[in-house]
Every structure is written in C-alpha cells, then in structure tokens.
C-alpha cells in the first residue's frame, strides 16, 4: 500500500461521532515541535459549544513522532477526540488529501507544525465558517517569531514564510490581485475540496530534498476556480516559529529556487486556458526581465547580500518553472 492510516486509541464511537470542526496539524519529524500546538489546543477558549476534533497526520516521519501523540492521548480531554493518522507518500498535499477524507467535518483546519494558534483560533475559525458559507476557504493572520537574526532588508521576502498581515478587517482575496493565503492557519470547506481538488496535485511538496513548493496555492486555486470565495479571516491568529537555520543562505537559496521553480503551475491555474500560451510568453519576458534588470542592480551584492541573491534565484527559477513543470509531468506519464 501507498500509505496507511493508524487511528489513536479512542473507542471507534467516540471517533465517529457527528464533528463540525477538524483540525488537522501536518508534520514531518515533529517530535520537538508537535506538543507545542498541542499544548495550545487543549487550552483553547469558547470552544465548548463545538464538537471538534484534532488530527496529527504523520507524514512519513523517522522520529518519535507517533509516540508523542500516544503519549498525549493518554491525558487528552476525551470530548475532544485526538487521532494520529499516516500518511506514507512524501509530501503536505498527501497529508493534507488524507484528513479532507477521513474527516466528516464541515469545516477542515490545517496548521502546521510550527504553527501556535491564538487561545480562540478554533472558536474564530468555526464562527467565521458558519457566517460566511458562500466561503470555501479563509486564512488566518500570520506572526513570526523569529530564532535567528534576521538577514538584511528581510521585509523584502518576508512574504514568502507565510507571514499574512493583511489588515485588521475581513475581506474577500480578488483573482485580479493573484494573492492567496497560505495552507499555515487555513481553513477549507470539505465539499469545496473535495469537489475541486484533485487526488493528485502537480505540486505535492518539499521531499527527498527537494524544496519545490506551492501545493497550498495549488489547491486553493481549484477551490476558487470551483467559485467558491477564498477570504482572510484577520480574527484567526497564529505564530509562525521559523528556527534560525531557515534564516541562512545555505536554506533560503534552495527555498527561493522551490519557489520559484512552482510559479508555472500557480500562475496558469487563474489563467483561462485560451490565453495561455499568450500569457506563457509574457510571464518568459517578465521574468527574464527582472533577472536582468536585478543583475545590473545588485551585481556587486549577490555574493554578500542574501536578501539580493535570494531574489535572482525566485526571478531565475520563475524564467525555467515551465520547463521545469513540464518535467515532471512528462515523467510522471511514464512512471
């Protein structure tokens, strides 16, 4: 098999009991950083009148992750069903693919293992679910807490770590703009997802080494293509810890590179199909200008000034992210 689902310890009528509200918390060797969002969810405030659960899906971990959660349910309050589910196949699309279909909740959470939600993020997240259901997915507002001293003019490419500081006030995401919020802190309509998203997204996520990313913006993507509106719900609110090692330039090349490389697939999908091919040839002339015109620019910093070398590595990247796309699904057709 592909991937197993193993289920905690809970009687199988506790599981299956009717849930409004999942919360799924995707991870890959989290051992250390796991109890930290577990901590904040059993401590979460106006959440009594909801019948939520949360989810710890395994995403091929090699440490002690499993045995953290069994050792969290053993105290875990038991009006809160806590489960532990695998998913073998490398990848957050995967993980994220699993908890869409074993849960039964109308509504669907992800935050991310380095994600700590505010005391009432499951209460903001449910009560915004429930005025809004002409929303098929909403963001929440995103803090660092940074480890590390941050590289120089850092708020050139904060955007990129999942920092969504969008205002104080709830609004609609506009596909003329081509921002979306980010899967840390999301919350998905299950019928919008599994109506739009397919099984098998072209991005899957960071594995085997491979910083490609995007598969967040992938499927909420589909769900707005679906109709669907995609908001950011600023009443949800939750810290990003970023350790010091993703502050380097020995991460945060590689991380601009995956980035980068993604941009064909997020940027077609809110193109309609018939322009394409002309848009392919504006976005080729985009970025290459932008490469260029940033080498004239930095040319004397791009070996001292990580902030200026990242930036040429999303602008070189985003010029071959269609070759590159096309690779793969040339070689996923015949695998």
Not at 10 to 33: K, M, S
Request: charged residues 20%.
């Amino acid at each position: 098999m592909s991937h197993s689902v193993v289920l905690s310890s809970l009687t199988t009528e506790t599981v299956q009991r009717p849930c409004d509200f999942t919360i799924a918390i995707c991870t890959y060797n989290g051992a250390q950083r796991i109890p930290a969002v577990l901590d904040r969810l059993q401590r979460q405030l106006n959440a009594h009148d909801i019948r939520w659960e949360v989810f710890v899906v395994d995403n091929n971990s090699s440490d002690a992750t499993k045995a953290v959660v069994q050792q969290y349910q053993q105290n875990w309050p038991s009006e809160i069903p806590l489960r532990y589910l695998f998913e073998g196949r490398q990848g957050a699309a995967y993980a994220r693919q699993l908890a869409m279909e074993k849960s039964v909740s109308e509504l669907v959470g992800f935050l991310d293992d380095d994600n700590l939600p505010a005391d009432d993020w499951v209460a903001a997240a449910y009560k915004f679910g429930q005025e809004h259901p002409h929303v098929g997915a909403y963001g929440s507002q995103i803090h660092g807490q940074f480890d590390g001293t941050l590289p120089e003019d850092f708020h050139r490419i904060q955007s990129f770590f999942a920092l969504t500081q969008r205002g104080d006030t709830a609004h609609v995401y506009r596909p003329r703009l081509r921002v979306l919020p980010p899967s840390a802190g999301l919350v998905a309509r299950r019928k919008a997802w599994l109506n739009h998203v397919p099984k098998q997204l072209i991005l899957t996520g960071r594995h085997d080494g491979q910083m490609l990313t995007g598969e967040d913006l992938e499927a909420i993507s589909h769900i707005r293509r679906g109709n669907w509106e995609i908001w950011h719900n600023p009443a949800m609110k939750v810290w990003h810890q970023i350790p010091a090692r993703r502050l380097q330039r020995s991460y945060l090349l590689p991380f601009f590179r995956g980035v980068g490389l993604s941009r064909h697939v997020t940027r077609m999908l809110n193109i309609p199909v018939w322009q394409r091919p002309f848009v392919f040839w504006v976005y080729v002339a985009n970025d290459l200008g932008k490469a260029l015109h940033h080498v004239f620019m930095y040319r004397r910093l791009l070996k001292t000034h990580t902030v200026s070398a990242c930036e040429l590595q999303l602008y070189l990247s985003s010029l071959i992210s269609p070759f590159y796309i096309w690779g793969i699904l040339i070689k996923r057709r015949w695998h």
